[in-house]
T-cell receptor, first 115, second 113 residues
């Protein structure tokens, strides 16, 4: 059962426009959310995060929005640049069954920013 | 710091053989995670350690998989015997406990033929 879902396997945008990547989750115990970026042949790297007590967190061109009632978060990249082309993973954490905390990842969305 | 170091980068082995993947976490990090990435399932957590102690191994697919962390600077993931369906990229990550900004290694691409 996929607790973190990224329903769009891929997204293509023009340079300078906004990229919006979406993520849904099913576990109401999740209280911390993160986005990771992954280039080919490299491991994922942490990009931005948000706590469940907030609904928005901004870091430069990257903003994450959280809608707890809808169990939905999104990553906005403005303006998009060709160097942003990568796979983006949504991840969530909270105390899970058995009392352990761990990150649960979605399957990823491949973003392509065209010059 | 050199980051999280994984070896080998690529491994090709025949079905039935034993495979050992290695990981050196960032010095000072006390949590270590093994993830597996496949097209079908994305990034799955296999097992994680806090202070060298396995905390949650519920993601380990079956008894053919085992992981150890004999000290704070080294961990292994072993598959014995390996099967073609184990083919995937295996990532190791480390962090300070309670910090979700994991640092991932570059991964080991395993191919079982």
């Amino acid at each position: 059962d996929q607790q973190v879902k990224q329903n769009s396997p891929s997204l293509s945008v023009q340079e300078g426009r906004i990229s919006i990547l979406n993520c849904d989750y099913t576990n109401s115990m999740f209280d911390y959310f993160l986005w990771y970026k992954k280039y080919p042949a490299e491991g994922p790297t942490f990009l931005i995060s948000i706590s469940s007590i907030k609904d928005k967190n901004e870091d430069g061109r990257f903003t994450v929005f959280l809608n707890k009632s809808a169990k939905h978060l999104s990553l906005h990249i403005v303006p998009s640049q060709p160097g942003d082309s990568a796979v983006y993973f949504c991840a969530a954490s909270g105390v899970t069954q058995g009392g352990s905390e761990k990150l649960v990842f979605g399957k990823g969305t491949k973003l392509t920013v065209n010059p | 710091d050199a980051g999280v170091i994984q070896s080998p980068r690529h491994e090709v082995t025949e079905m039935g053989q034993e495979v050992t993947l290695r990981c050196k976490p960032i010095s000072g990090h006390n949590s270590l995670f093994w993830y597996r990435q496949t097209m079908m399932r994305g990034l799955e957590l296999l097992i994680y350690f806090n202070n060298n102690v396995p905390i949650d191994d519920s993601g380990m697919p079956e008894d053919r998989f085992s992981a150890k962390m004999p000290n704070a600077s080294f961990s292994t993931l072993k598959i014995q015997p390996s099967e073609p369906r184990d083919s995937a990229v295996y990532f190791c990550a480390s962090s300070l406990a309670g910090n979700y900004g994991y640092t991932f290694g570059s991964g080991t691409r395993l191919t079982v033929v």
